[in-house]
């Protein structure tokens, strides 16, 4: 005689569902605050991409704030030919493409020498660096100007990516130095053992630990170096050697009043240093995050 068992059927938890359904206010609050923030900071930019796509005639007869009403392409050709911007992106792209790894790869070894190698004045060292970061570059114009002139390197790509390096080095080393002395010493002190040199140590195992923080500094150092005018101003004269924003400024003064290529000018000189940021935008999150919890 077989025994019938009741099926018993499990009343639905609606626990998760109430719980899904409360809305966090201070949630809410947090993501409308961001909201606000990201329309003010791209508010801006949509209008100069906005006023690059009009012609004159719509922005002079229907207002900043209108549609265009036939999108004007041919400002950014006009912007790029009147301007001679092939030039100034040819030297932003060789400053910055020299400069970025270069900057990172001598900051990355100070770091690890200072964090992981016994130095006598090691802390003193660090010290000095560190202090580098307090000094706005902007007071040591005039004495770079000097320094640089009489080496002879005025208007040359070293005059001005020696300086970049000097002032971009300090920053990094601060960065890379906490970075560096977070790694377990036994990893090193594993491989010295085994016969290991030092810039074995570093090849091999520091550089792969650390990739996600070297890309966050390669897209700060990629974006300062790109658009920074003051020292290129200052050491740049001749108008072949300008970078995109000596270019721009140029552009800026002949044809303030053609707003459109003006715009146009302005999103050519922008657009590169913010496809990079897109491009590495992941690493940018994982290195500036790596580190903040230990487990």
């Known amino acids: 005689m077989s025994t019938v068992v009741p ?9 998760s569902d109430i719980v899904g359904s409360r809305r966090d206010p201070v949630l809410i609050i947090l993501w409308v605050a961001l909201i606000i923030l990201a329309a003010i900071w791209l508010t801006p930019f ?14 002079t007869g229907f207002g900043p704030f209108s549609l265009p009403t036939e999108i ?10 009147r301007g001679n911007f092939a030039s100034s992106f040819l030297n932003s ?3 910055s493409v020299i400069k970025v790894p270069l ?3 001598l900051s990355a070894m100070a770091a690890y020498a200072l964090a992981k190698m016994k130095l006598r004045f090691g802390k003193l060292l660090l010290l000095v660096v ?3 970061t307090m000094i706005p570059f902007q007071v040591m114009l005039a004495p770079i100007f000097t320094m640089v002139n009489s080496f002879g390197l005025i208007d040359t790509y070293p005059g001005v990516i020696l300086p970049y390096i000097a002032f971009g080095v300090p920053y990094q080393v601060f960065i890379l130095h906490g970075f560096f002395k977070a790694i ?15 810039f074995t140590v570093f090849r091999r195992i520091f550089l792969p630990v650390c990739l996600p923080v070297l890309a966050a500094l390669f897209i700060l150092d990629f974006v300062s170096t790109w658009n920074e005018f003051a020292m290129a101003l200052v050491l740049l004269q001749d108008q072949t050697m300008w970078t995109l924003p000596l270019g721009l400024m140029s552009f800026q003064g002949q044809f303030s009043s053609d707003y459109g290529q003006l715009n146009a000018a ?3 000189t922008v657009m590169p240093a913010t496809l990079v940021y897109l491009i590495f935008q992941r690493y940018f999150v994982s290195g500036l995050t790596s580190g903040a919890v230990k487990g």
Request: hydrophobic share 50%; proline share 3%; aromatic share 6%.
């Open 72 to 81: 004007a392409v041919d400002n950014f050709s006009g912007a790029w030919s």
């Open 130 to 132: 560190v202090f580098g």
């Open 184 to 198: 377990p010493k036994e990893l090193s002190e594993a491989a010295l053992i085994d016969g290991a040199s030092h």
């Open 93 to 95: 792209v060789i400053i």
């Open 7 to 15: 099926k018993v059927t499990a009343k639905p938890d609606h626990t």
């Open 266 to 268: 302005i999103v050519m």
């Open 46 to 59: 949509a209008f100069i991409v906005l006023t690059s796509l009009k012609t004159q005639a719509d922005i």
């Open 103 to 105: 900057g990172l790869l």
